[in-house]
């Protein structure tokens, strides 16, 4: 996501981050040496992503200090460390100072990130570490529910930028236009605050383009689908494939 973004008057652009996590996850499943996180890096960068997405979790379930050691002398467009807000975290991000840390909600018995952060519950200590990270050059994002309070308090715990939490709309089997809208609501009022807007969370080929198409969106973050097509097509075309259902979405070539 672009640090310092100002939202008057400027054309929104549209950035795809790949997460990599699953391809980790398919390596630790043997705990081998395949395949590689870095690899798939590579050709995300090949197919048009604007940067790499990566969970570094407590309990090291599949991302490794290794890998996002690696990661962070080899990538060329980015890296957005998705984190818990833990003192073992804010160090590791300290150290290896990705482009920015998204500040994500962690339990180890989830299989995936289940929801947003509760930043009103939360505050204080997010914006501890916010500010911790700030002072050593990382900017953060904070990945939250498509609601106002929500926004605002991430807005008020030093959040440079939000992750829109899509999950309700990509798992809705109703009412998916009223998920939508809210979505449409959240990133509006989001980017009136100032801050940066980013989505993501169960995102695929099929249902990208309705939040593709919100204007004040700048980036999608979406791991699972595209690997999964990445099994059949190759990395670097599903990377390409998806990013030409978001650039048909604006409107763009």
Known sequence: ???????????????????IDHVATLRQARRTFEP?????????ERGGASHITLHLREDRRHIQDRDLDLLSRTVQCG????????????????QYRPTFVTLVPERREELTTEGGLDVITHA?????????LAAGGVPVNMFVEPV?????????????????????????????????RD???????????????????GLNYYNVEPVAGI???????IGHSIIARAVFVGLEAAVAQMLALMRAARGAA
């Open 1 to 19: 996501m672009t640090r310092g973004l100002k939202h008057g008057g400027r054309r929104y652009v549209m950035r795809l981050g790949v997460n």
């Open 215 to 221: 204007a004040e969106v700048e980036e999608l973050n």
């Open 124 to 132: 204080e200590r997010l914006a501890d570490v916010a500010a911790a």
């Open 183 to 201: 979505l449409e609501v959240a990133a509006a009022f989001a980017a009136g605050l100032g801050l940066g807007v980013a989505a993501g969370h």
């Open 148 to 180: 106002e309070e929500q926004l605002l308090a991430a807005r008020e715990a030093g959040a440079s930028g939000v992750e829109l939490h899509t999950g309700a709309y990509a798992n809705a089997e109703t009412a998916v236009a009223t998920r939508l």
């Open 36 to 44: 590689d996180p870095v690899a798939a890096a590579f050709s995300a």
């Open 79 to 94: 890296i957005d460390l998705e984190m818990a807000a833990t003192d073992e975290m804010v160090a590791v991000a300290l």
